[in-house]
């Protein structure tokens, strides 16, 4: 008996060393907070989670996450994404994600969008984030939400992804002038048919605006599993991809029509799509890129006009100048690919000239 004993204490002993000396998962290290908003519309205050990595730095980007209304009340950590979150079964080590929890009784996350933008405000505020870089996500009713939130903030989001949501009669296709929006839906989904989402989708393609679509062989209650555990869908929802990486779905999709140029940093398949811009010249594609330029830091404000007049010319060469290369101030299509592929040096990391040291005085004699 004694002998047993010591072999127990001996293999506690291991087990516990091991403990400390083990490096524990990433995800381990993850956790959330919880806070609330009052929403001056309906009087009533409205809980919220923040999602934390493991290192928190000034200048993450932010996620909001809708969830879907079988998640109403106090379930919001029991499904979908923020789930995956909790259980390690995906990471995130570059974002925070905020997740916002509706009340049992409430319908649409419009009627609570005055709490949703003070937690969004509130929390750029307290962990610095990066105002340029917000995304938004939702599955179902979430996903209606993305859509109704963009078209009521078209300059909040710089990304969306909707999965599975129906696209209220009142959205705009202009409000998603400056978000990039991802579409996903079932094709055997009869809790939330495709058909406006799809249609949505084709209306902005037409007018020139950025959308992709991916069409899965899914039902309802299957598509957050197909999308939101998918790296690449993922990674380009935490910032950390450029917009032109297609996700590569876990079921077969059904063909979709090639996006148009992003408005946002895009790389180009090649430059042979691009036609030379200079002063005096006008159109869609101008505009899209003082958009991506401002991305850059090349322009002050995101709305831009789509003429290419003196000023742009200024900011074109000045672009040019910090990525090494002859100071035209016309943006030919190699320069065009350099700024939409995100690889083009932008104002902040551009290497700062340093000051002329004054001429010595000349020694009398």
Known sequence: MADIKKRIVAFLSVFLLLSVLVPCPAHASVHFIKHGARDDKQDQLIQYWLYLPPEVKPGMPLVVYLHGSGERGEGALLASLPLFLKDGIVLCEDAILLIPQM???????????????????????EYEIDERRIALTGFS????????????????????????GRVNEDVRPEAFTFCELRTFVGTKDTNMPPASALAFAQTLEEEGYTSEVV?????????????????KVLDWLWMKLSPQVTPAPTATPKPSPTPKTTAKPT???????????????????????????????????????????????????????????EETGIADPALQELVFSGNAVTTETAPKPSKTPKPAATPKP
């Not at 979430?142 to 599975?164: E, H, K, M, Q, T």
């Not at 398949?269 to 830091?297: N, P």
Request: aromatic fraction near 14%; charge should be positive; charged fraction near 25%.
């Open 267 to 325: 790389a180009a398949s090649g430059t042979s799509s691009y036609r030379t811009l200079r002063k005096g010249m006008s159109g869609r594609d101008v505009q899209r890129f003082k958009i991506a330029m401002y991305w850059l830091g090349y322009f002050k404000e995101k709305n831009v006009s789509d003429e290419y007049n003196s000023i742009t010319v200024e900011r074109v060469k000045k672009l040019q100048r910090y990525n090494g290369l």
């Open 141 to 164: 009713m979430g996903g209606i939400g993305v859509y109704d939130l963009v078209n009521l903030y078209p300059d909040r989001f710089c990304r969306a992804v909707a999965v599975s």
């Open 103 to 125: 009340p049992t009784f409430y319908g649409q996350w419009i009627r609570i969008e005055n709490a949703l933008m003070k937690m969004i405000d509130r929390t750029v505020e």
């Open 215 to 231: 069409e899965f062989d899914s039902t309802h209650s299957r598509m957050p599993h197909h999308v939101f555990k998918d790296p």
